[in-house]
């Protein structure tokens, strides 16, 4: 399965804006989503193919990729945007899944 | 609206078999891959298994083959997870999650603890 690195922890003051890294070798040629968790609640994708939004994420939730980086922003932090974000990647040889280690975002 | 929520967990003893459920609605259930995710207590995101929407694919993480197995009832709308020779490390929440596009979770369910007692 693929190695995603994430930062453990990200903190930003309210307004301003956020950015979390998922690495790996496999990032470059593999499309990369995005997940939000707040405590207690299931996972929920704010993002997939690197950059694409579902319906009912707000427009501050954007993804880009750079080489074997993929980066998550979340513009115009608020304080309800508190929670662990991870990076996901899918094998489709293999048809196996890989999580980034999650990176919790704390808003000051 | 898509609704998948599962069942089946509880505290077992260590070897002790289990399965669990997860109950879908609320889309074609019988056209749609699935997976099975796990987390463990204040832990992160860890994917154990996935299955094609006629059952005939699966694969599955290291740390459960050969121990776990993934299957479906479509004519119950229904994914299954069996759980063989369990550990403590096996502690977690398992959720069911449908595959949307890339690969990706698109929909999850809310979670079923499975735990040990000593």
């Known amino acids: 399965s693929y190695v995603l690195t994430q930062p453990p922890s990200v903190s930003v003051a309210p307004g301003k804006t956020a950015t979390i890294t998922c690495g790996g070798d496999?990032?470059?040629?593999?499309?990369v989503h995005w997940y939000q968790q707040k405590p207690g609640q299931a996972p929920v994708r704010v993002i997939y193919?690197?950059?694409d939004r579902p319906s009912g994420i707000p427009e501050r939730f954007s993804g880009s990729k750079s080489g074997n980086m993929a980066t998550l922003t979340i513009s115009r932090v608020e304080a309800g945007d508190e929670a662990d974000y991870y990076c996901?990647?899918?094998?489709?040889?293999?048809?196996?899944?890989?999580f980034g280690g999650g990176t919790q975002l704390t808003v000051l | 609206q898509v609704q998948l929520v599962e069942s089946g967990g509880r505290e077992v003893q260590p070897g002790t078999p289990l399965r669990l459920s997860c109950a879908a609605s609320?889309?074609?259930?019988?056209?749609?891959?699935m997976n099975w995710v796990r987390q463990a207590p204040g832990q992160g995101l860890e994917w154990v298994a996935f299955?094609?929407?006629?059952?005939?694919?699966?694969s599955y993480a290291d740390s459960v083959r050969d121990r776990f197995t993934i299957s479906r009832d479509n004519s119950k709308s229904t994914l299954y997870l069996q759980m063989s020779s369990l550990s403590v490390d096996d502690t977690a929440v398992y959720y069911c999650?449908?595959?949307?596009?890339?690969?990706?979770?698109?929909?999850w369910g809310q979670g079923t603890l499975v735990t040990f007692s000593s």
């Open positions: 999650a449908r595959d949307g596009e890339g690969g990706s979770f698109d929909f």
């Open positions: 609320g889309f074609t259930f019988a056209l749609s891959p």
């Open positions: 299955i094609s929407s006629n059952g005939k694919t699966d």
């Open positions: 496999n990032v470059g040629r593999e499309s």
């Open positions: 193919y690197n950059s």
């Open positions: 996901q990647v899918w094998d489709g040889v293999l048809e196996r899944r890989s």
